[in-house]
Nanobody, 122 residues
Framework: QVQLAESGGGPVQAGGSLRLSCAASGRTVRTYSMGWFRQAPGKEHEFVAAISWSGEKYYTDSVEGRFTISRDNAKNTVYLQMDSLKPEDTAVYYC????????????????RGQGTQVTVSS
């Protein structure tokens, strides 16, 4: 079993930055794909970014150039650096892990954290 714990969310003004962390425990996630998703009130889970076990990175169009996903296998942790934040980025951000090639599919991952709230004010 893998436990995921997100951190780093909070309130921020538009144009600001946050770095989210997703720390895994229970076993190594170095062979897993890792994804970040977000869910705004009343909306479905939305794919944000993913990184494969080999380091390939994928982003949704709305965050391309503003967000950067990375992983540190030695720390069993994945990061999401979020710059130039916009009010529409406001959501609960979830980290997911799993042996999947369908990086944008929320249900394709096996494990999920509890989420961290990001609130961007204008």
């Amino acid at each position: 079993q893998v436990q995921l714990a997100e951190s780093g969310g909070g309130p921020v003004q538009a144009g600001g930055s946050l770095r989210l962390s997703c720390a895994a425990s229970g076993r190594t996630v170095r062979t897993y794909s890792m994804g970040w998703f977000r869910q705004a009130p009343g909306k479905e889970h939305e794919f944000v970014a993913a990184i494969s076990w080999s380091g390939e990175k994928y982003y949704t169009d709305s965050v391309e150039g503003r967000f950067t996903i990375s992983r540190d296998n030695a720390k069993n942790t994945v990061y999401l650096q979020m710059d130039s934040l916009k009010p529409e980025d406001t959501a609960v951000y979830y980290c997911r892990a799993g042996a999947t090639d369908y990086y944008t599919n929320y249900e394709g991952y096996h494990y999920r954290g509890q989420g961290t709230q990001v609130t961007v004010s204008s």
